[in-house]
């Protein structure tokens, strides 16, 4: 374990206050952990053994005696309307029965009667958002659990922030806390396009969400897709609280419209908590696309709650934390390799010792590009800190310095591309270096594995092995040669019987009606990542409109720029492009983006007509915005359209919604309903 073991209790105490004082520093302030959360929970735990068996040893700056860590200066502070707690572990089941042991010793037969309500623990950043009347007036971080610091501007850019509760929102002010996270698929698109801008890379999805929150510019907080779950609800007066269980007040929450995680459970007694957590840990945490740290359980009802109270002001008695096994470990970095991307960037890779993290074992690690080796000073032979979470690419937290003596060179990129040993070039704007040989056999391997590849078309049972045999083969020199594979072509080749080359060319022809998204994706282009392909889709509808965009029409798209334009028109103006679309066409592959709506939004069922011109939103923003609050847009005003929004100048539309009598709104309405602020 980190740090020596000291001289008796009380040098041991005050040497665990400074290692967890200066680790919490590292994670709340500086948003960048030094030690694992598993290796900090061991840690606080020695130190509250300690000051429990000597209280006299109890200091007042001791971790175990405040919530969270220091405020940062330069933001404006908020006091709480109740303290924000943090949580106790357990670590298994045991610990979740000696917890429900100590309960009902305290509380009777009421804990065993009530029941839990359990939740995924969502390893976000804590906020707490207030509402007045329904509006949502200020934001806070957690700050030191009494006092949060004031980012109302920055949770009002994370989307699904509702600026106004919907149905029956209560009069008078409450409080309604969550956490605020980055869900992976976004964590990861971002950072690639940070690499892509040399700009540094995030060490992982809470210190992104937890670093984007504290940003003192709101514009760089709303370019981080941020998201939020609720999972609390205070207020001074909490008669104005429709909910009396823990159960009743997540349910609450969603009908408000406020996002509340997936997987939670309503339990009757301990043993139900017990299946749940293991189910979530074995099956549910790998799937998800965000990162949870373990599960939280709860008394239900909220009245027992006030009655079981809280321990030294920090920890409430009637919630604790479960915790899953780590999902960091320690090993040795053995080498480190260079692999050629579809693009031509030089990607280094790291081989490490093999390890298990949580019940998988680990060999390789991404390390993206050369100056994040440089600036984590990461050297071959080197102990090192390793994450893996969900369906993450395992990577590199840190070096463990005094672990890793005596040390080797510093690493460099090699300057001849792996695969096919031409000289590597850099971009200037760029941190990655390139092989510019276009017909390098490491880059044609690599753009067929991302063809293929689950955010892509998604082509079952072509692994990167599979894809290397058809090249090797000559059977397969372009995404599109792997729709005209036959069974016989594959039955010759090594490894596959009857059915796995059946299974295989369905797939293959599964795949040809992925939507467009998926194909833009797929085809590799510079700078059009999964995210940018769909809103190209969306937006242009099908491949050839995007083809014959101008570089002007797709930087005017919300959310794209320049880099990507340029991006999709070279690509476009290659004649070897061309080539490929036709051959993709003529196989019969789907080009065309169907349209998208959202299921449970604001206006989830409701049919709209826009007419006239509107203050502030084109026709086509205030489309995207009806339809991503999951309404239908119509051209004609009829019986059954649910509401008109009318701008300047309606003519005839506006004249038959009022002889029908539909009811008629105006942009700032529209918004209002949708939680949407301009
Ligand atoms: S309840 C009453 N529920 O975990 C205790 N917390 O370790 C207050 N967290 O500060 C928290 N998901 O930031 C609660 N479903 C959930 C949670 C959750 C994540 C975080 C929260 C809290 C920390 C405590």
């Known amino acids: 374990m980190t740090g020596t073991l000291a001289n008796g209790p009380a040098a041991r105490a005050s040497e665990l206050r400074e290692l967890l004082n200066r680790a919490s520093h590292e994670y709340y302030v500086l948003d960048a952990p030094a030690l694992s959360d598993r290796e900090y929970d061991v840690l606080f735990r020695e130190l509250q053994d300690i000051e429990r068996a000597s209280p006299e040893l109890r200091t007042h700056d001791s971790p175990t005696v405040r919530v969270g860590a220091a405020v940062q200066s330069h933001l404006a502070k908020h006091t709480h309307i109740a303290p924000m707690l943090s949580l106790a572990n357990a670590f298994d089941d045991g610990e979740l029965q000696a917890w429900q042991d100590r309960l009902v010793r305290i509380g009777g037969r009421d804990v065993t009667e009530s029941g839990y309500a359990v939740e995924l623990k969502?390893?976000?950043?804590?906020?707490?958002?207030?509402?007045?009347?329904?509006?949502?007036?200020?934001?806070?971080?957690?700050?030191?659990?009494?006092?949060?610091?004031?980012?109302?501007?920055?949770?009002?850019t994370v989307r699904d922030v509702p600026l106004r509760l919907l149905h029956d929102a209560p009069r008078g002010r409450i409080e309604i806390r969550g956490e605020i996270y980055l869900p992976f698929d976004r964590f990861e698109a971002m950072n690639e396009s940070r690499v892509q801008a040399g700009e540094p890379v995030f060490a992982n999805p809470r210190n992104a969400a937890a670093g984007s929150l504290r940003q003192l510019d709101p514009g760089i907080t709303a370019t981080r897709p941020l998201r939020f779950f609720g999972y609390s609800a205070v207020a001074d007066d909490a008669s104005i609280l429709p909910f009396r269980t823990q159960w009743e007040l997540l349910e609450q929450l969603a009908s408000w419209g406020v996002p509340v995680a997936p997987h939670r459970l309503r339990c009757k007694a301990l043993g139900d908590v017990f299946e749940w957590a293991h189910r979530i840990e074995h099956t549910v945490r790998g799937s998800l696309n965000f990162a949870i740290d373990g599960g939280v359980v709860k008394v239900d009802r909220l009245a027992l709650q006030d009655e079981l109270g809280v321990i030294g002001g920090r920890e409430p008695r009637w919630a604790i934390a479960r915790k899953f096994a780590p999902d960091i470990a320690e090993t040795k970095l053995l080498?480190?390799?260079?692999?050629?991307?579809?693009?031509?960037?030089?990607?280094?890779?790291?081989?490490?010792?093999?390890?298990?993290?949580?019940?998988?074992?680990?060999?390789?690690?991404?390390?993206?590009?050369?100056?994040?080796i440089r600036r984590k000073d990461l050297r071959i032979g080197d102990v090192?800190?390793?994450?893996?979470?969900?369906?993450?690419?395992?990577?590199?937290?840190a070096s463990v310095p005094e672990k890793s003596e005596p040390r080797g060179e510093p690493w460099r990129m090699p300057r001849k591309c792996p695969s096919c040993g031409t000289n590597v070039e850099k971009d200037e704007e760029e941190v990655a270096m390139y092989c510019p040989n276009v017909g390098c056999p490491g880059?044609?391997?690599e753009g067929l594995v991302h063809f293929a590849s689950r955010g892509a078309m998604d082509i079952r049972?072509?692994?990167?092995?599979?894809?290397?045999?058809?090249?090797?083969?000559?059977?397969?020199?372009?995404?599109?040669?792997?729709?005209?594979?036959?069974?016989?072509?594959?039955?010759?080749?090594?490894?596959?019987?009857?059915?796995g080359a059946t299974a295989l060319i369905a797939a293959i022809e599964a795949s040809k009606t992925q939507p467009l998204s998926r194909l833009l994706g797929a085809l590799g282009i510079r700078h059009v990542g999964a995210m940018a392909a769909q809103i190209l889709a969306r937006h242009f509808g099908t491949l050839d409109a995007i083809a014959s965009a101008t570089q002007a029409e797709i930087n005017d798209v919300r959310g794209m720029g320049n880099i990507i334009a340029e991006g999709i028109t070279g690509?476009?103006?290659?004649?070897?492009?061309?080539?490929?679309?036709?051959?993709?066409?003529?196989?019969?592959?789907?080009?065309?983006?169907?349209?998208?709506?959202?299921?449970?939004?604001?206006?989830?069922?409701?049919?709209?007509?826009?007419?006239?011109?509107?203050p502030t939103l084109s026709r086509n923003q205030a489309t995207e915005l009806v339809e991503r609050s999951g309404g239908r847009i119509t051209s004609s005003v009829s019986k059954t359209t649910s509401f008109l929004v009318a701008g300047e100048e309606a003519g005839s539309k506006l004249e038959k919604a009022k002889t029908l009598g539909v009811e008629i709104i105006?942009?700032?309405?529209?918004?209002?309903?949708?939680?949407?602020s301009p």
Request: charged fraction near 20%.
């Open 122 to 156: 969502i390893d976000g950043a804590a906020v707490s958002l207030t509402y007045e009347d329904g509006v949502f007036v200020t934001g806070t971080t957690r700050g030191n659990g009494s006092i949060g610091e004031i980012v109302t501007e920055n949770l009002r």
């Open 335 to 372: 080498d480190i390799r260079v692999n050629v991307g579809r693009t031509g960037a030089l990607n280094p890779y790291a081989m490490l010792e093999p390890v298990e993290i949580g019940g998988v074992t680990v060999k390789l690690a991404t390390l993206h590009n050369e100056d994040l």
């Open 384 to 397: 090192v800190q390793v994450k893996r979470a969900g369906d993450v690419i395992p990577q590199i937290i």
């Open 443 to 445: 880059r044609q391997l």
């Open 461 to 499: 049972g072509l692994s990167y092995s599979r894809i290397d045999q058809l090249i090797q083969a000559g059977l397969v020199h372009d995404a599109a040669d792997l729709y005209s594979l036959s069974k016989d072509q594959l039955l010759e080749l090594e490894g596959y019987a009857d059915k």
């Open 571 to 614: 690509y476009f103006g290659n004649p070897a492009a061309n080539t490929l679309v036709g051959k993709l066409r003529a196989a019969g592959v789907n080009f065309s983006e169907p349209r998208q709506v959202a299921a449970g939004g604001a206006l989830a069922g409701k049919t709209v007509v826009i007419t006239g011109t509107l």
């Open 666 to 676: 105006d942009e700032a309405e529209l918004r209002n309903r949708i939680g949407h």
